[in-house]
C-alpha cells in the first residue's frame, strides 16, 4: 500500500516563496508518477504538477507554470514543490498523489 505524507504548508505574503515536499512509499517506485494539486475553499480539486519518477519529465498548469517547480529525489523517496512569487490566488490546501494515492494535504496562505 502507497502511504504520502505532505509537509512544507504555511502563511507567507505575496511574492514569497514556499517549499512543499511529498514522501511516499510503497512498491516499484520507478513506474510512479507523482502529481500536486490544491483546493480553495468551495472550489474543486485542481491539477498544479507532476513529475514522472522515471525519467524526470513535468508538465505544469498554466496557473503556475515559471512560478512553480516539480522537482525529485528517489534516493529519499520525495517529490518536492518550490513555489515562486505566490499569489493571494495561490491560496489552497495543496494535495500530493503518488499513483492514485493521497496525502492529507498541507495548508499554504498567501497574504498581506
Known amino acids: 500500500q502507497v502511504q504520502v505524507v505532505e509537509s512544507g504548508g504555511g502563511a507567507v505574503q505575496p511574492g514569497g516563496s514556499l517549499r512543499l515536499s511529498c514522501e511516499y512509499s510503497g512498491r516499484n517506485f520507478e513506474f510512479y508518477v507523482v502529481g500536486w494539486f490544491r483546493q480553495a475553499p468551495g472550489k474543486a480539486r485542481d491539477f498544479v504538477a507532476r513529475?514522472?519518477?522515471?525519467?524526470?519529465?513535468?508538465n505544469y498548469s498554466n496557473s503556475v507554470k515559471g512560478r512553480f517547480t516539480i522537482s525529485r529525489d528517489n534516493a529519499k523517496s520525495t517529490v518536492y514543490l518550490q513555489m515562486n512569487s505566490l499569489k493571494p490566488e495561490d491560496t489552497a490546501v495543496y494535495y500530493c498523489?503518488?499513483?492514485?494515492?493521497w496525502g492529507q494535504g498541507t495548508q499554504v496562505t498567501v497574504s498581506s
Open positions: 498523489n503518488a499513483n492514485g494515492n
Open positions: 513529475v514522472s519518477l522515471k525519467d524526470g519529465s513535468t
